[in-house]
């Protein structure tokens, strides 16, 4: 949820492609709101769920990256993509320069051919493909004890679960395993953690994870203040990257299409 920058070091262009989809981008991206519930929906000013740019050719090849910027962009060209996947699109931020930046990724995608469809909050929600989900899976926290936590714009976006005894310091391993990055812990929970709460990308709503009953909770980044807090409150916050927690969603549902 909230793209508020820090995603980590590397390249935003993930990957993944497929051949002959055999819709046009218009009709993919139909399919993807319906998939998705993407009209049901609240989001951030600025996330704009759906198609952000098109063209009217037949989707034949289809990938998928963190965020559309130039150089996922680019990379998508190089493997002459036609539609690209993306949970963070190209209409963040209303400055001046926002405005240029955005101006020049439009262009490139238009250049290269390129459909861009973004999914925000609907991604990070969705029961079965969204990114919250993919994380506790790929953490191997319980699936079936999941229950719903972490309310953005109105609706829960990821998942609390409990009933198990997990060292912290197993935690953060898993999470470097699941991402790919090396994971931090902060703050002065448990070293046992029994109430674990699980949101990708920026989440750092503690009252929520108060009111919860969580003693750990499992995000992409957090900003110092929630880190202090977190120490004061005896929380743990075990953080594996903003854009590392959110590989998830887009891979899982540019898969359907594969």
């Not at 955005?102 to 290269?112: C, D, G, S, T």
Request: proline share 2%; charged share 30%.
């Amino acid at each position: 949820m909230g793209w508020k920058g820090g995603h980590g070091e590397g390249v935003s262009f993930v990957g993944g492609v497929g051949y002959k989809v055999g819709m046009r981008a218009q009709e993919l991206a139909r399919e993807c709101d319906q998939i998705l519930k993407t009209k049901s929906f609240r989001d951030y000013p600025g996330a704009k769920n759906g198609l952000q740019v098109s063209h009217n050719r037949i989707v034949e090849k289809i990938g998928w990256a963190v965020d559309a910027d130039l150089e996922s962009i680019r990379k998508a060209g190089k493997e002459r993509l036609d539609f690209l996947i993306v949970h963070h699109g190209i209409f963040w931020g209303n400055s001046a320069l926002d405005r240029k930046i955005r101006a020049e990724r439009i262009r490139e995608a238009k250049k290269l051919g390129i459909a861009i469809y973004s999914s925000h909050l609907p991604l990070d929600a969705h029961p079965e493909l969204g990114n919250s989900i993919g994380l506790l899976r790929a953490l191997g926290l319980g699936d079936s004890k999941r229950k719903p936590f972490g309310v953005a714009m109105g609706r829960a976006i990821g998942w609390k679960v409990d009933g198990d005894r997990w060292k912290r310091r197993d935690l953060v391993n898993r999470l470097g395993r699941a991402t790919g990055r090396k994971a931090v812990a902060l703050g002065c929970g448990p070293v046992i953690c029994r109430t674990i709460g699980i949101v990708t990308g920026g989440f750092g709503d503690l009252d929520q994870v108060v009111k919860a009953g969580l003693d750990t909770l499992i995000t992409g980044e957090a900003d110092y203040p929630t880190e202090v807090k977190a120490r004061e409150l005896g929380i743990n916050l075990i953080l594996g990257g903003h854009r590392e927690t959110e590989v998830f969603g887009v891979r899982a549902l540019a898969k359907l299409f594969l």
